[in-house]
């Protein structure tokens, strides 16, 4: 009786000891089945190459989106608050998104390129850490999600990054195109200009606040010109005004001027002679961006300055000749300054466009006197370029476009040479006027700070 007992026991210990190992493996078993499709499966996001993703696409989007609907929905639960959720779908080689009614085509390289996260960018300096070169050309995300505003996307690396999607809308090619910009150029003739405010503002008060700097910017931007008005006449507050928006463009003139028509430069503004027209610095390959006159004295008659807007005319010849207006935005003609010391040469189209599929005006070139040779333009497209110049000067020329101003001593003017020609009528007697050039980038670099744009 006491061995059967004891094998009773014994038998009951090893059952035990069986049914702990057994449960231990099947736990173990059960680990690994939840581990190895992860394994396999950023293996596979490793290895992918595009032609056999399509279909781990499809499956990665059917449960990326329910992982995000589920994550949604604990978050609602949890604080009450709606949290919506952006669509999107993954392609082979981009990621489709729709924000704010824009739809976005994301490419996964871009997207890499762009990571905004961890040591991708110098969040002290904004620039670029990640080196392009090596992201492999058909990388593509392992997990994508939408939450409170953001993309967040990991990388077969293991690299996770992060894009506010306001700020994807505001970066990209159809984010751009979708958007308003925060200013837009009033384009004018003299009726328009005569049923708008004067935009000017006063010299003491744009040198103390820079509310009425921005203000002056905004009409510069807007109008292609603005006044300081009581400024005292000397070169001093020549230079504070344009020192006030950001530093001067110094050129072979030197770092300011001072003309009168002696023919001190081999230019015809030393001269008394009418000028037509024109922008300035066409013989630079990057013109001056604003141009600031100040009329110090005047003892004789005539003199008046002469405003049009060029890109009104320019959008005029769009309309009427299309073509005209293709051939003046896509053929590149030399200019060049010519004098002992200096010879300058400057390549550019009559009217140079911005980048992109709106073909928005960028700057106008437009100087008859300072054109050099047109070696740029084959024989059998001579005669439509000087069509197409034709009609875009008698544009110009319109006396419905030519805004007169009397200058007077004290009162400074700034153009947009990018956009607003200038000229003058001839006059007789002493003329004196100081000035100098800004650099465009510097410009508009300040209006950002200020908010302008």
Same mark, same amino acid.
């Given at each position: 009786?006491?061995?059967?007992? @004891? ?40 290895? +992918? ?25 604990? $978050? ?8 919506? /959720? ?8 981009? @990621?489709? @998104? ?7 085509? @994301? ?16 969040? *002290? ?8 070169? *090596? ?15 953001? +993309? ?11 894009? $506010? ?24 003739? /003299? ?10 503002? +006063? ?55 001072? %003309? ?15 000028? !037509? ?8 390959? $990057?013109?001056?961006?604003?141009? /600031? ?8 008659? !005539?003199?008046?300055?002469? +405003? ?16 005209? %207006? ?17 010879? #300058?040469?400057?390549? !550019?189209?009559?009217?140079?466009l911005e980048p992109g599929a709106g073909k928005e005006l960028k700057l106008i070139r437009y100087n008859m006197h300072d054109r050099a040779c047109l070696d740029t333009v084959p024989m ?26 009397? *200058? ?6 700034? #153009? ?6 200038? !000229?003058?009528?001839? %006059? ?20 950002? /700070?200020?908010?302008?744009?």
């Amino acid at each position: 009786m006491h061995l059967k007992s @004891l094998a009773a026991s014994f038998a009951t210990r090893i059952s035990q000891q069986s049914a702990s190992v057994s449960r231990n493996i099947t736990a173990q078993r059960y680990a690994h089945m939840q581990t190895f499709p992860k394994l396999c499966s950023i293996r596979h996001a490793r290895l +992918l190459t595009p032609t056999q993703s399509v279909l781990a696409s499809r499956t990665r989007l059917l449960s990326t989106s329910t992982c995000v609907k589920s994550r949604s929905h604990i $978050e609602k639960k949890a604080t009450g608050v709606p949290v919506s /959720v952006t669509k999107f779908v993954q392609h082979e080689d981009h @990621l489709e @998104l729709e924000v704010k009614g824009a739809k976005l085509k @994301l490419n996964y390289v871009w997207l890499r390129d762009h990571c905004r996260t961890g040591d991708s960018i110098n969040h *002290l300096t904004q620039q670029r850490m990640v080196d392009t070169f *090596l992201i492999e050309p058909d990388i593509q995300p392992v997990n994508v999600a939408i939450q409170e505003g953001t +993309l967040n996307l990991t990388w077969p690396d293991g690299h996770q990054s992060e894009y $506010e999607l306001d700020w994807l809308l505001s970066n990209t090619y159809e984010g751009k195109q979708h958007i308003q910009t925060t200013w837009e150029p009033l384009l004018w003739n /003299v009726e328009t200009l005569s049923a708008s405010p004067k935009p000017s503002v +006063l010299y003491q008060d744009y040198l103390s606040d820079d509310e009425q700097l921005a203000k002056l910017l905004h009409y510069l931007l807007k109008y292609g010109f603005a006044f300081v008005e009581e400024a005292p006449v000397t070169l001093e507050a020549t230079l504070a005004a344009a020192e006030r928006i950001c530093q001067i463009r110094e050129t072979f003139f030197g770092r300011f001027w001072c %003309f009168t028509s002696d023919l001190e430069r081999h230019d015809t503004a030393y001269t008394a002679e009418a000028l !037509g027209a024109h922008t300035d610095t066409t013989y630079l390959n $990057e013109p001056s961006g604003v141009q /600031v006159f100040h009329k110090m004295e005047h003892v004789g008659e !005539g003199g008046a300055t002469l +405003l049009v807007d060029g890109f009104h005319a320019a959008e005029r010849l769009r309309r009427e000749d299309p073509e005209g %207006f293709d051939i003046l935005s896509s053929v590149s003609v030399p200019h060049h300054y010519l004098e002992p010391g200096v010879h #300058t040469t400057g390549v !550019g189209p009559v009217l140079e466009l911005e980048p992109g599929a709106g073909k928005e005006l960028k700057l106008i070139r437009y100087n008859m006197h300072d054109r050099a040779c047109l070696d740029t333009v084959p024989m059998e497209d001579v005669s439509r370029w000087y069509s197409a110049l034709r009609k875009l000067t008698r544009f110009i020329r319109d006396p419905a476009s030519e805004y007169w101003v009397p *200058l007077k001593p004290g009162q400074i003017l700034l #153009t947009y040479n990018w956009r607003v020609l200038h !000229g003058r009528s001839a %006059f007789t007697g002493r003329r004196r006027v100081s000035g100098c050039y800004l650099p465009r980038d510097d410009v508009i670099s300040r209006a950002r /700070v200020l908010k302008v744009i």
